[in-house]
């Protein structure tokens, strides 16, 4: 109420990839460790996909992540993330489509659990604290690649 920040939204979960569901926020005390982790891996805007559409997407495990955008300068830039470059519509639904569908980073497996975003951000965070060199195993046009932070 005195135009004092309190929170900061850190992610929306949406099933669309729009702006509608579930968002969550940190509060600002938690903010600054918060945005050291999060250069880790800023820069991705990605969807998860999972069951009809991982079907229809050719993805070979229960859920991955459509990457729709990738900043040049960030982290998934550099290591050569593809964003989607289509639009596609199932069911009425429109999806971008066309970009790298990520299945594991490091030794984590996309998955849907509620803190898999958070366990990610920590699990990036200290690779990179320990001067650790970070993989990306991405389905790409088909087929599974490695990606390797250089």
Not at 51 to 64: D, I, K, T
Not at 109 to 131: C, H, I, R
């Amino acid at each position: 109420m005195d135009g004092e920040v309190i929170g900061i939204a850190s992610h929306i979960s949406t099933v669309s990839g729009g702006f509608q569901g579930l968002a969550f926020a940190v509060t600002s005390n938690q903010c600054l460790d918060l945005l050291d982790r999060a250069q880790t891996w800023s820069g991705i805007e990605g969807t998860i996909v999972q069951g009809r559409l991982a079907r229809v997407l050719n993805v070979p495990q229960e859920f991955g992540l459509l990457v729709k955008r990738v900043s040049g300068v960030s982290w998934g830039g550099k290591i050569g993330l593809h964003p989607s470059s289509l639009k596609m519509t199932i069911e009425g639904e429109e999806f971008s489509v066309g970009g790298d569908i990520i299945l594991k980073i490091g030794e984590m497996t996309v998955n849907d659990e509620p803190d898999f975003f958070k366990k990610l951000g920590d699990y990036t965070y200290g690779l990179s604290q320990a001067g650790k060199k970070l993989s990306v195993t991405v389905l790409r046009a088909g087929r599974i690649i490695t990606l390797n932070e250089k």
